[in-house]
């Protein structure tokens, strides 16, 4: 039994596409409103921003050393530190040719980045899919073996019946006729349990 098509909407299938764009754009977005609202002037903001970003920075390094490391949670915290880079660099300047070349460059990179886990969600969707057809395809070549096992079962079964039927029968007439003898018919190869069952048919 085939499985159900199910049709993506185009705007479902676009989102994971367009998520890294509208993250570097909000986070540029955002920076310019701190920068409309005095962040330009504020040391205190600035070093607090810093420090954020090296934090996130120190905790992508940590996740991605040893065995123990995690690349999803490395990643998560070196695009943090990317972010908060951006923020701060476009909240403290002037103009905004260096947010916009800042916001490009990190929209690039992010991109970059996504497409690599893309790829490798690709290939387990794919190695997934090939699995569950391999075994769709064993259980299905197992379900028709078991098909044709029980069908020859069922017509020997049929055959052997017709046959003892055919057989009792045979010698039911035979016992109407003189001269009948149930040991010869024995010594010739007549089952033991024939007469017992023509007895009580």
Not at 40 to 62: I, K, Q
Not at 127 to 134: D, I, P, Y
């Amino acid at each position: 039994m085939n499985d159900p098509t199910v049709t993506r909407h185009w705007l479902a299938a676009a989102a994971p596409k367009a998520a890294p764009a509208i993250a570097t754009t909000t986070v540029l977005a955002l920076a310019r409103i701190w920068n409309a609202n005095g962040a330009e002037h504020s040391v205190g903001n600035a070093v607090l921003m810093t420090g954020l970003s090296l934090a996130a920075a120190g905790a992508g390094v940590c996740a991605s050393i040893g065995r123990a490391g995690d690349p999803l949670i490395a990643g998560t915290a070196f695009a943090a530190s990317g972010g908060l880079v951006l923020s701060g660099i476009a909240a403290y300047s002037d103009g905004m040719s260096l947010p916009l070349l800042l916001w490009a460059i990190s929209t690039v990179l992010a991109y970059a980045l996504a497409a690599r886990y893309w790829r490798e969600a690709r290939r387990e969707t794919a190695a997934f899919e090939r699995q569950m057809t391999a075994r769709r395809e064993d259980h299905r070549h197992a379900e028709t073996v078991e098909v044709i096992r029980a069908r020859a079962q069922v017509e020997a079964a049929h055959e052997t019946s017709a046959y003892t039927a055919a057989l009792a029968q045979a010698i039911a007439a035979r016992q109407a006729l003189p001269g009948f003898d149930p040991a010869a018919l024995l010594q010739g190869g007549a089952p033991r349990e024939l007469p017992a069952h023509d007895n009580h048919a």
